[in-house]
């Protein structure tokens, strides 16, 4: 065979594998005894838990775990900051919110398991949008953020007052993204096996092998990273979405309390009200002008919408930030930044 690459067709790796229909995707990997693991999703944006009586669902046959806060730690986690935790506590924050979960012997047990869990609610005011969280009096998405702010940073350099008092023009205006879900084929899943010796096996459709043990299995489940042996699946698609993957700790969680298999499989609706879409931003910028054309300096002002939970979103704003600095050659440059709680689902990254 020829070394020479550069302007020849290369063949795709899995490319026979993949239209042949012979690749494995979690929902085709077959694990014998597996047990169906589902999760109880909070209806409400935003209301304090009074009380979950989980008896009635425990009592039902084919059903093998029954997880809520009830029986499981706090363990808060989170890839940046560690804001959530495996099954709500006090409150719920956003609709789908996990408040409990089931692992049963099929689909239809594991639903009915979950219509039998019992939650009181008393609903709160909530904050769905990033500026009017920020308002004074506004809904507490977390008690312990001051004026629901998850973030924030401010990066000043150069002689930016200057800039714009000696400008020849001054330009500004206000650009928004939007919520964006990836929109990947695969809906997300894992499965997990729980070993008699204390470890766990874990198969799913994720991004990172890494950061699923270290970061969510290890504090919530009180076990060493090196106790979780993640396989990657091939994914049908991920974009940045399966970085953070919830689906994973319900999986391994359910799989130990019940020391069988589980399958934690999510519906496209389940998908697409508890992924990570992408982080919706507002940004208002100013650009200061020399006469000659040159650019003189920048003003930037980032109002990112966090959703409830944290997840990679202050690390996605830290870099819209920077890239705002470093495209162009700027003599000076001020850039705010402010990533916001809000009571609607938490947001994350999107390749592209």
Known sequence: MSERIIGRPMPIIDAVEKVSGATVFINDLELPGALVGKALRSPHPHARILNIDTSRAERLPGVAAVLSRNNTPEAPFGINIKDEAAFCREKVRYEGDEVAAVAAVDEDTAREALSLIEVEYEVLPSATDPFAALEEGAPLVHDYASGNIANQFHIKRGEIDEAFKNAEAVFSDDFHT???????????????????????????CLQSVFLIPTFMLSPVMGMPAGKFRVTQTKPGGAFGGKLDVKAALMAAMLSRAAQKPVRFMLSLEEDLVSMRPRMPVHI????????????????????????????????????????????YKTPAAEIEGKLVYTNVIPSGQMRG
């Not at 919520?179 to 198969?203: N, V």
């Open 284 to 327: 208002s910028l100013e650009s200061a002008w020399n006469k000659n054309g040159a650019l003189a300096g920048k003003r930037v002002k980032i109002v990112a919408e966090n959703g409830a939970y944290c997840s990679l979103s202050p690390a996605i704003m830290s870099s819209i930030a920077l890239r705002t600095d470093n495209l």
């Open 178 to 204: 939007h919520f964006a879900h990836q929109a990947y084929i695969e809906p997300t899943g894992c499965a997990a096996r729980w070993h008699p010796d204390g470890r766990i096996s874990l198969w799913g």
